[in-house]
């Protein structure tokens, strides 16, 4: 039988999706006012591996990513999806279309994972009307996707940048809590 222990905090991500780049800074003002300062700001990368989304928000999607300094316990990532919704709502024009998309997630250093209000067959119930799934998985070095990963999370650019998050947060945790506690995260 294995000892019931807390699980360490873990690195908050947020992935965005516009057609214009105001709304990335708009959104990262409002969210480092909430969750403290970024400490990872991606390049702005085309988003065009799917359609999903121009329907609703338009062509010539843009991607970028941010990460937080703070970590946070694995568990207000339902509270936090909550609130990247309620804070699409305030930036879009049209209260009946998105202009930005927000995907609230976290990295550990055993996985990257996603929060999302809509049901499938690899995603948990986690409560709030929020599942969660682990869109990548750390293996041999680096992060891996699995069967259900998004296209664009899939790519070596964004594999490299989480690679790189994942990084910052593997000596966040060790200069925190000591190497010893490394092995809790994986």
Request: aromatic residues 14%; proline residues 5%; glycine residues 6%.
């Amino acid at each position: 039988m294995g000892n019931i222990t807390s699980p360490l905090p873990v690195k908050l991500i947020c992935g965005f999706i516009a057609n214009d780049e105001a709304l990335f800074q708009k959104a990262e003002k409002l969210l480092t006012k909430k969750f403290g300062p970024a400490d990872y700001k991606s390049p702005v990368f085309r988003f065009d591996l799917t359609d999903y989304y121009s329907k609703e928000m338009g062509k010539n999607l843009k991607r970028r990513f941010l990460s937080f300094e703070k970590l946070v316990p694995a568990q207000r990532l339902p509270e936090i999806k909550i609130f990247t919704n309620l804070l699409e709502k305030k930036l879009s024009r049209d209260p009946g279309k998105r202009d930005l998309n927000i995907d609230p997630g976290y990295i550990s250093l055993s996985k990257l994972v996603l929060a999302t209000t809509k049901s499938f067959v690899h995603r948990i119930y986690t409560g709030k009307g929020i599942f969660q799934e682990v869109t990548l998985y750390f293996k041999d070095n680096t992060f891996t996707a699995g069967r259900w990963t998004y296209p664009d999370y899939r790519s070596d650019s964004h594999i490299a940048l989480f690679n790189e998050i994942r990084n910052k947060y593997y000596d966040q945790v060790e200069k925190k809590y000591g190497q010893s506690q490394l092995h809790r995260c994986v």
